[in-house]
């Protein structure tokens, strides 16, 4: 199986700072990956996929990046409301199987 | 948009067989879309449970297939999981989930505690 290892676990950063996650792949997985946030006490919502498409609505600070192995997810500027959890998710499509990253806590200094 | 909303109960004993629905609405269930099952345990991360297409098709995740039924009830516009034998760590938030690649719709999950 697909293992999906994200880093770092938690990162504390200050406004206007760039964030940079990141989360490789056990194996080459072309461009089948995508990007949540989940703030606390809600469900997920997704930013983009696949890896680098932004989805309707998300705010422009958001983008993804890579191929194959290693994928990155990067807030350009950290603002207050961007506090939350990001995931990766790796979508296989035979036979089909989801398998998410184990999170990243991104939280204000 | 697709609206989900999870039901069941929020109290399981240990041993016993967790069985949770999934109200859809504002779209097929019969479209081409995969409805999920998706947990998360408190405090740590999402695990992905399986899924069913309205043919009844389903693919579950290799770490719980032996205690995972999905099934599918068209004319209710509903699913459900079944989790059977359940113990302290199958505590968790249950989402159910719509998608084909990616997944684009969440309910607002249920809490569901195993304890006696």
């Known amino acids: 199986d697909i293992q999906m290892t994200q880093s770092p676990s938690s990162l504390s950063a200050s406004v206007g700072d760039r964030v940079t996650i990141t989360c490789r792949a056990s194996q080459a997985i072309r461009n089948d990956l995508g990007w949540y946030q989940q703030k606390p006490g809600k469900a997920p919502k997704r930013l983009i996929y696949p890896a680098s498409i932004l989805q309707s609505g998300a705010p422009s600070r958001f983008s993804g990046g890579g191929s194959g192995t290693e994928f990155t997810l990067t807030i350009s500027s950290l603002q207050p409301e961007d506090v939350a959890t990001y995931y990766c998710l790796h979508h296989k499509s035979y036979p089909r199987m989801y398998t998410f990253g184990q999170g990243t806590k991104v939280e204000i200094k | ?116």
């Open chain 2, 1 to 116: 948009q697709v609206q989900l909303q999870e039901s069941g109960p929020g109290l399981v004993k240990p041993s016993g067989t967790l069985s949770l629905t999934c109200a859809v609405s504002g779209g097929s269930i019969s479209s081409s879309s995969w409805w999920s099952w998706v947990r998360q345990p408190p405090g740590k991360g999402l695990e992905w449970i399986g899924e069913i297409y309205h043919s009844g098709s389903t693919n579950y995740n290799p770490s719980l297939k032996s205690r995972v039924t999905i099934s599918v009830d068209k004319s209710k516009k509903q699913f459900s999981l079944r989790l059977s034998s359940v113990t302290a760590a199958d505590t968790a938030v249950y989402y159910c989930a719509r998608g084909y690649a990616e997944i684009d719709d969440w309910g607002q999950g249920t809490l569901v505690t195993v304890s006696s």
